[in-house]
T-cell receptor, first 115, second 111 residues
Framework: DTGVSQDPRHKITKRGQNVTFRCDPI?????LYWYRQTLGQGPEFLTYFQNEAQLEKSRLLSDRFSAERPKGSFSTLEIQRTEQGDSAMYLC?????????????FGNGTRLTVT | GESVGLHLPTLSVQEGDNSIINCAYS??????FIWYKQESGKGPQFIID?????DKRQGQRVTVLLNKTVKHLSLQIAATQPGDSAVYFCAETSGNEKLTFGTGTRLTIIP
């Protein structure tokens, strides 16, 4: 499978715990994006990387959230001191450098439940 | 399985009929539009895209129409099949990397 891969698929955690998600983009894609989706809503942009550089962050990305892409390949999204409001699907997407960054190809997400 | 959207606009279509899903956008500077399909428990799957210098684009069984005058986008699916049942999202961007998604429409194909 050469699509975007996310791990884990599901994560249940207690409020106050830290969680980390991983995304492996399509191998030749140099742009990587994180989105969040809550029930009944479309995905909302969180942040994006071009290679290892984080170029934009949404106001949705509070200080408890941090994303990294240290070698320009896979990325991690960490949430510290989780809150119940963090419960959502976290989606990763990547895009090719040769297509003006469009369209985005999404993974199947990590479903986070904070109890 | 989990549900992507519980209170979405819905559209039910008889199998084999054509369906049209509509989307309105507000940003007149938007220059690129995409339709995604999302099945339960999965991420959005790219269907078709269109740039603002076009008003129609066709794919396999799908057609996207763009009316910039009224800021309206539609997705037409021909000869619908049970596998077309999903939530459909339009998304747009205005020259930056941030896609803005609509609220989605749940399409149900009736056998």
């Amino acid at each position: 499978d050469t699509g975007v891969s996310q791990d884990p698929r599901h994560k249940i955690t207690k409020r106050g715990q830290n969680v980390t998600f991983r995304c492996d983009p399509i191998s030749e894609h140099n742009r990587l994006y994180w989105y969040r989706q809550t029930l009944g809503q479309g995905p909302e942009f969180l942040t994006y990387f071009q290679n290892e550089a984080q170029l934009e962050k949404s106001r949705l990305l509070s200080d408890r959230f941090s994303a990294e892409r240290p070698k320009g390949s896979f990325s991690t999204l960490e949430i510290q001191r989780t809150e119940q409001g963090d419960s959502a699907m976290y989606l990763c997407a990547s895009s090719s450098p040769g297509s003006d960054g469009r369209p985005l190809h999404f993974g199947n997400g990590t479903r986070l439940t904070v109890t | 399985g989990e549900s992507v959207g519980l209170h979405l606009p819905t559209l039910s279509v008889q199998e084999g009929d054509n369906s049209i899903i509509n989307c309105a956008y507000s940003n007149s500077a938007s220059d690129y539009f995409i339709w995604y399909k999302q099945e339960s428990g999965k991420g959005p799957q790219f269907i078709i895209d269109i740039r603002s210098n076009m008003d129609k684009r066709q794919g396999q069984r799908v057609t996207v129409l763009l009316n910039k005058t009224v800021k309206h986008l539609s997705l037409q699916i021909a000869a619908t099949q049970p596998g077309d049942s999903a939530v459909y999202f339009c998304a747009e961007t205005s020259g930056n990397e941030k896609l803005t998604f609509g609220t989605g429409t749940r399409l149900t194909i009736i056998p």
